[in-house]
């Protein structure tokens, strides 16, 4: 397994312990090995994934999870698999996304897990 980063704006990532569940097009899909052997297409291909915050969590995805968990908000959401620093990184881009989910094992408002559908993936 990599690791994986949330992208944010201006420039700030969120380390990420996990990501898992991929599915597109019903289909379930090891994220590592997708984003390695992903030749692309020219339909949208529509799916979802879930993403593991670990403890160290950065505000501003706090807010940025508190925006898309109002499920009529949709946005582009860039995971970024490796060093986000490293121009080698591999980017998995989800257009349209929004949070389908999210998983508490505590009581506030900071999900530990959020299951993110989308409308199209690619990878760069």
């Known amino acids: 397994m990599g690791t994986y980063h949330l992208e944010l704006d201006d420039a700030q990532t ?54 898309v968990e109002d499920l009529t908000t949709e946005q582009d959401v860039v995971i970024i698999i490796g060093d986000p620093t490293s121009p080698e990184a591999r980017r998995l881009h989800l257009t349209k996304a929004w949070a389908s989910t999210s998983f508490h094992e505590d009581e506030d408002e900071d999900p530990e897990a959020l299951a993110l559908a989308f409308a199209d993936i690619t990878v760069k």
């Open 14 to 67: 969120e380390e990420l312990d996990d990501v898992i569940n991929l599915l597109i097009d019903d289909a379930e899909h090891d994220v590592d090995t997708f984003v390695t052997s992903d030749q692309g297409s020219d339909e949208p291909r529509r799916g979802s994934l879930i993403i593991v915050r670990n403890d160290d969590r950065n505000a501003a995805t706090t807010r940025w999870v508190q925006a």
